[in-house]
């Protein structure tokens, strides 16, 4: 019974150590984020956004006179875990502040803990729309809404291709599903008829027989939401089936991350996708974010990092202006938040049903000779866009 | 004192939020206490009467989703879930034994998995009714403060410990065993097989549905990804009951405490990012090598290890 005992004391223990003791002279900040799994792509290339930013910050002095020290938890996705990690930032870390996570379903978890043990929390790139629109004081939101995440691509759509048929193809999940709405109340309102608005399976292999389907329907234009694989698989096989479209378009997420261009190759090629950044944008900073990133890890970050990196500097401009740094003053003085960043200016208002949410201005890109371009509006574009695409036998 | 031991850890169990710890132990706690409740209610079918199922996360999430919908749908609380859910995953597991039951060992096992998956599906385009991927989010949780949902989740456990012991000490437990060590022989001693595997099936299932319903009240947000997952809720499911002990009464909760806590410990362990499933995998792949019948079910050989056994005179 006694070595029993021993064996549960150093289990115990083993649990306590987990939670490192924290310094004085720096401002710890851990950030949930999937790091395995499914949505580990994203989660790294955050991961990567967060360091760059905190390490500049310390760079120039930290933030009044503490330095960031920032570390990462897996989440892997899972609700019931990120829930956990953000329990134990709250209560056994004592930090006043909740940074990160992904995936819709783990925000919508970490946010309902935040608003009730009334912890700010900056929702960094998750899309669904429900999160801020719950009344939640102590929620804000940094990326757009999946609602408004294809703005420019609709504008880009009316204006330009003025499709009257439209193919909605969507994954199953909260991010496929409220995009897929969204566009088909925009293709409404552009007086383009949705023909086909089809679901497929989160980590699906085989689009054939959903593209036989849309080949039948002949869209001119096709739409689709997904997170990383599938978008590459989906362009690849429309290749291969060489399915004619005025125009092949994708609503961010997957269709934005430079994995999308060397995954789908030259399948990827004139693809214009919705996102929320690119790294051709004029903001102070984001040329500067985007080259250094690219020095460091070889590719460009997507609209993800962007995000994550700019979350950084207003974590760190709110914990400059706040009274205080308990739960409350951190609060107000992220919703007085009014920066420029490299993600684009940020300022978390309540407007059309949502709280705390930045209203930032949305970007189609294309794919032009393997890299984005940004195309819309007009004056953001980098390059002028390719519409109407080659079909796939003009191509080579 | 091997008798009075399920009361002194209930009642320790009991005193422990007097202890006033915080809202993150108290959520591993509950979490502990959560998956021992669907451990015990797996090794009641698949432990006790040998019909291996891949696919308790069909009832985890029906329950799941009974508890969603009353308050979605009727707009009352998410509670009544535990009432309701009886009849629903009831009439469920009926439909499910009633296809699947006909089938043995790894037929059975298949054909639960892809009913797992086909709940996910359905639930999934069911939009009108389930309201699909985007999931059913409880605005408000009853309370803040964890106590409460602690309780419940522990009467819940000890009323179906309560239950398992007293099934398989009884005639019908008999019947049990005798189907999965042989269910021709049993057959042929008059035992009706059919009947007494739907009952362990629904018996599993219902208690499955329970944790379904306080998964929802308790984590506030569902979507079919989540409570119907095949390897979160059916295969965790599995590991649970796999690593503590199949057929022990005890077995489940140690299980759980692994699975849970132990995961947690790895996890949190700083500067190890994502080399923690490695870790815990190597440590599972130990235990399921050394312990083939769980931590409870080779208890005798880890107190060997340890040089708790006094040696045979």
Not at chain 1, 302 to 319: E, N
Not at chain 2, 98 to 119: D, Q
Not at chain 2, 253 to 277: D, F, N, Q, W, Y
Request: net charge positive; aromatic share 12%; glycine share 8%.
């Amino acid at each position: 019974m006694k070595r029993l005992l021993w064996v549960i004391a150093v289990l115990f223990v083993f649990t306590l150590l987990a939670v490192p003791v924290l310094a004085a002279d720096t401002f710890d900040l851990v950030i949930p984020l999937p790091l395995t799994g499914k949505q580990a792509k994203f989660g790294e290339i955050m991961k990567r956004s967060y360091e760059m930013a905190a390490e500049e910050i310390n760079a120039k002095g930290g933030v009044k006179g503490k330095k960031l020290a920032l570390s990462f938890e897996d989440s892997a996705g899972k609700p019931e875990t990120a829930r956990a990690i953000v329990e134990k930032l709250i209560d056994v870390k004592k930090q006043p502040l909740i940074v990160g996570e992904y995936t819709s379903a783990c925000a919508k978890a970490v946010a309902a803990v935040a608003e009730e043990r009334k912890t700010p929390y900056l929702v960094v790139a998750s899309a669904d729309d429900a999160i801020t629109k719950q009344n939640y004081k102590y929620v804000f939101r940094q990326n757009q809404v999946n609602d408004h995440y294809a703005d420019a691509f609709t504008s880009f759509l009316k204006e330009v291709v003025k499709p009257k048929t439209i193919a909605i193809l969507y994954e199953s999940s909260a991010f496929g599903t409220s995009g897929s709405e969204a566009m088909e109340r925009d293709a409404k309102k552009i007086g383009a008829q949705v023909v086909l608005n089809e679901k497929f399976e989160t980590g699906a292999i085989d689009f054939k027989p959903l593209l036989s389907k849309v080949k039948a329907a002949q869209p001119e234009v096709i739409y689709s939401v997904s997170y990383a694989n599938e978008a590459q698989l989906l362009m690849k096989q429309i290749k291969e089936l060489r399915l004619d479209a005025k125009l092949f378009s994708g609503g961010a997420a997957g269709f934005a991350i430079p994995e999308f261009i060397e995954g789908a190759k030259d399948a990827a090629e004139y693809v214009v996708s919705a996102t929320l950044w690119t790294t051709q944008l004029k903001y102070p900073g984001t040329k500067e974010f985007a080259e250094k990133y690219k020095a460091k890890y070889k590719d460009y970050p997507s609209y993800h990092g962007a995000s994550a990196y700019a979350a950084v500097y207003v974590t760190a401009d709110a914990l400059k202006r706040a009274k205080d740094w308990t739960q409350d003053g951190i609060r107000d003085a992220l919703k007085a938040t009014d920066l420029k960043t490299a993600f684009g200016p940020v300022k978390f208002e309540d407007k059309e049903g949502y709280q705390n949410q930045n209203f930032a201005e949305t970007l189609a890109i294309q794919v032009q000779k393997g890299e984005f371009e940004t195309i819309w509006p007009k004056n953001h574009a980098s390059k002028p866009y390719v519409y109407p695409v080659p079909s796939w036998k003009e191509r080579r | 004192m091997k008798r009075y031991i399920t009361y002194i850890v209930l009642g320790l169990l009991a005193l422990l939020p007097l202890l006033g710890l915080n809202s993150y132990l108290m959520h591993i706690l509950i979490l502990v206490i959560m998956w021992s409740v669907i451990g015990m209610a797996w090794n009641l079918l698949s432990g006790y009467c040998g019909q291996v199922s891949f696919g308790h996360a069909a009832f985890f999430g029906v329950g799941a989703y009974t508890a969603g919908m009353l308050y979605s749908k009727l707009g009352i609380s998410g509670w009544w879930g535990f009432p309701a859910s009886v009849f629903v995953v009831a009439v469920f597991a009926l439909g499910i034994g009633y296809i699947c039951l006909r089938l043995r060992g790894p037929y059975f096992a298949l054909a639960t998995l892809s009913m797992g998956v086909i709940f996910r599906i359905v639930a999934e385009n069911l939009v009108g009714v389930t309201g699909g991927d985007l999931g059913i989010m409880i605005r408000e949780r009853t309370w803040i403060d964890k106590t409460w949902y602690f309780y419940i989740i522990l009467i819940v456990a000890a009323a179906t410990y309560y239950l398992v012991r007293k099934v398989i000490e009884s005639k019908l437990g008999y019947y049990f065993v005798a189907i999965r060590e042989d269910q021709d022989a049993a057959e042929s001693l008059g035992i009706n097989t059919t009947k007494y595997k739907t009952i362990a099936l629904i018996l599993s299932a219902v208690i499955t549905g329970f944790a379904g319903v306080f998964y929802t009240n308790y984590m506030g947000y569902i979507d079919p990804k989540v409570v119907f997952a095949l390897h979160d809720i059916s295969i965790i499911t599995i590991m649970v009951v796999m690593v503590g002990g199949v057929a022990t009464y005890w077995g489940p909760v140690v299980g759980a405490i692994i699975m849970v806590l132990l995961a947690e410990a790895i996890r949190s362990i700083p500067k190890l990012g994502t080399a923690h499933h490695t870790l815990f995998g190597v440590l599972l792949i130990v235990i399921i090598i050394f312990l083939p019948n769980g931590i409870v079910g080779d208890f005798s050989k880890l107190k060997r290890l340890f040089g708790m056994r006094r040696p045979a005179p």
